[in-house]
């Protein structure tokens, strides 16, 4: 996605205040605190953490920034009007109640909060039923310790035979519940438990129904193994004791995963090249405002989204108020029901909250500005991810224009194109998004998406190669596809000038 906007005219406007960036600003861990302690006191509810809540209680999910109308801002930013107000937009899951449900709070004003409006029905149309709340870390463990030590134990000879089972030789993988609507269904894949462990599959699938509040009264609905349902684990086993199940054995991997290893496997001999900065850098940070030559932006990144900027402004003109990234989604097949199931919408795991370090050297050049993130969600207080966002400044070792003229009197003009780079990396389990925002010396703002990490894999069996390619013995790439959706807000020539119409971006449901 590029858009370009030649023969700029400089603003005559007063210079723009770094002050005013403020205003796009993430939620501060003070902030968060704030708006937790206020929630605590007057929802009037029993409130446990989200780490310790069961699926019967209630429990603050995530608090964010609420930005404020875009009428607003223009008004503060261009007019000289009023400060928007500062305020948070929290989620809440209400399990201890006659009517569960998910309900979404804007809370402000910020830093000393007084009052919460539910803003869920103004936004979705309705209540949002409990069913489509996302999967706390806490319930998906307990999945997982269900199956361990509840499921499996009823098929011991079946699970010895395919994976040599212990209790730690496999690691299980969920997929996004539900069918069709009001399903709370979960089916899980199998793996190796080695480094890599996607890689290797061993071809059992169990679903697991937790519609139930009360986790006592989970119980599996379905096992797949080697193309054939089950009822349940007792029928695998009964089946398999009877020689009615045709096992294939998946030769065990390495301790370090093997080729599913992340370890280099030649060793460099001499060190590559590194970038410089001649005279220190050409950029400025200022509170979340950058300032690179002719241009200016203020950032974000909450935990749903990934970096997010706004008020982009060339020789001082505005012409991009926001560019964000709305959602990562991605759509499997396969001939096994937990992969031919699978659609993700991965804003509902959260790009922020999953953008980890950048390493200096690999992730980014070791000169980058590097910038620490705050957020709440599924936690107990703020969580920090620190040197999650990069900054650099990147020679492309590309002319930006030039010409050769070969003439009476040959003459050579060019220009290098060096571009200001706003980059983070998130990482949603198997997958690693690169996250770049660019801005080139000609009024070009780009944004570039790179895909890295492990691919999703099931078990390769009967007619698996119509659904992918087979990248080890006993293991299918899946066929998959990836839509990411950005949303454009240009400021062209005044804001009367609408390039595109966003819809109201699918934040966080993934139910049906």
């Known amino acids: 996605m590029v858009c370009e906007k030649q023969h700029l005219k400089v603003s005559s406007k007063k210079k723009d205040n770094v002050a005013h960036s403020l205003v796009f600003d993430d939620l501060s861990p003070g902030e968060m605190i704030q708006v937790k302690s206020y929630l605590q006191q007057n929802l009037r509810v029993p409130l446990v953490d989200a780490p310790e809540a069961e699926p019967s209680d209630n429990c603050i999910y995530?608090?964010?920034?609420?930005?404020?109308?875009?009428?607003?801002?223009?008004?503060?930013?261009?007019?000289?009007?009023?400060?928007?107000?500062?305020?948070?937009l929290a989620v809440v899951f209400f399990g201890n109640q006659k009517d569960p449900n998910v309900t979404e709070y804007v809370v402000g004003p910020l830093p000393e909060p007084a009052y919460h409006h539910d803003v869920t029905v103004q936004k979705y149309g309705g209540k949002l039923p409990y069913y489509r709340r996302v999967q706390l870390r806490k319930e998906m463990d307990d999945v997982n310790n269900f199956l361990?030590?509840?499921?499996?134990?009823?098929?011991?000879?079946?699970?010895?035979?395919?994976?040599?089972?212990?209790?730690?030789?496999?690691?299980?993988?969920?997929?996004?519940?539900?069918?069709?609507?009001?399903?709370?269904?979960?089916?899980?894949?199998?793996?190796?438990?080695v480094p890599g462990y996607i890689l290797h599959p061993i071809g059992l699938e169990v679903q697991v129904d937790v519609s139930s509040l009360d986790p006592s009264q989970w119980k599996v609905s379905k096992a797949f193994y080697n193309g054939r349902y089950f009822e349940n684990m007792e029928d695998l086993e009964s089946q398999f004791n009877q020689g009615n199940v045709k096992v294939v054995k998946v030769k065990k991997a390495p301790s370090d995963g093997g080729y599913s290893s992340l370890k280099r496997r030649v060793p460099h001999t001499e060190p590559g090249p590194l970038q410089y900065e001649p005279r220190g850098p050409r950029y400025?940070?200022?509170?979340?405002?950058?300032?690179?030559?002719?241009?200016?932006?203020?950032?974000?990144?909450?935990?749903?989204?990934?970096?997010?900027?706004?008020?982009?402004?060339?020789?001082?003109?505005?012409?991009?108020y926001e560019l964000s990234l709305q959602e990562g989604s991605s759509t499997y097949g396969s001939n096994s029901p937990a992969v031919m199931l699978t659609r993700y919408m991965d804003l509902s795991y959260g790009f922020g909250y999953h953008a980890f370090t950048l390493i200096q050297g690999i992730d980014c050049?070791?000169?980058?500005?590097?910038?620490?993130?705050?957020?709440?969600?599924?936690?107990?207080?703020?969580?920090?991810?620190?040197?999650?966002?990069?900054?650099?400044?990147?020679?492309?070792?590309?002319?930006?224009?030039?010409?050769?003229?070969?003439?009476?009197?040959?003459?050579?003009?060019?220009?290098?194109?060096?571009?200001?780079?706003?980059?983070?990396?998130?990482?949603?389990?198997?997958?690693?998004?690169?996250?770049?925002?660019?801005?080139?010396?000609?009024?070009?703002?780009?944004?570039?998406?790179?895909?890295?990490?492990?691919?999703?894999?099931?078990?390769?069996?009967?007619?698996?190669?119509?659904?992918?390619?087979?990248?080890?013995?006993?293991?299918?790439?899946?066929?998959?596809?990836?839509?990411?959706?950005?949303?454009?807000?240009?400021?062209?020539?005044?804001?009367?000038?609408?390039?595109?119409?966003?819809?109201?971006?699918?934040?966080?449901?993934?139910?049906?």
């Not at 995530?62 to 948070?88: N, W, Y």
């Not at 300032?291 to 008020?311: I, K, N, Q």
């Not at 050579?412 to 690693?432: A, E, K, P, Q």
């Open 62 to 88: 995530s608090i964010v920034l609420q930005l404020p109308p875009k009428t607003e801002v223009l008004k503060f930013l261009d007019h000289q009007g009023a400060r928007p107000t500062r305020q948070a």
């Open 148 to 193: 361990k030590n509840e499921e499996f134990t009823k098929a011991p000879n079946f699970m010895n035979q395919i994976s040599d089972y212990n209790g730690t030789t496999v690691v299980p993988r969920g997929y996004p519940p539900g069918l069709k609507s009001g399903d709370r269904k979960i089916w899980l894949s199998h793996f190796q438990n």
């Open 284 to 320: 400025r940070v200022r509170n979340n405002k950058v300032e690179f030559m002719s241009w200016s932006f203020a950032f974000g990144m909450d935990a749903y989204g990934a970096p997010r900027v706004f008020d982009i402004r060339f020789k001082g003109e505005r012409i991009v």
């Open 365 to 512: 050049p070791y000169l980058a500005t590097y910038l620490d993130r705050h957020y709440f969600f599924d936690s107990t207080l703020p969580l920090t991810r620190k040197n999650s966002i990069c900054i650099f400044e990147q020679n492309s070792e590309m002319p930006l224009r030039r010409h050769f003229d070969r003439a009476q009197n040959p003459f050579y003009g060019g220009l290098v194109d060096s571009v200001l780079v706003f980059r983070s990396i998130s990482s949603t389990d198997n997958y690693d998004y690169v996250w770049d925002f660019m801005f080139h010396q000609n009024g070009a703002v780009g944004v570039r998406v790179y895909a890295s990490g492990y691919i999703q894999t099931a078990f390769f069996f009967g007619d698996a190669s119509k659904f992918g390619n087979m990248v080890q013995e006993s293991t299918l790439g899946a066929i998959h596809t990836h839509t990411i959706n950005f949303k454009v807000d240009m400021d062209l020539s005044g804001i009367n000038y609408v390039l595109f119409e966003d819809l109201p971006p699918s934040r966080l449901w993934s139910g049906l």
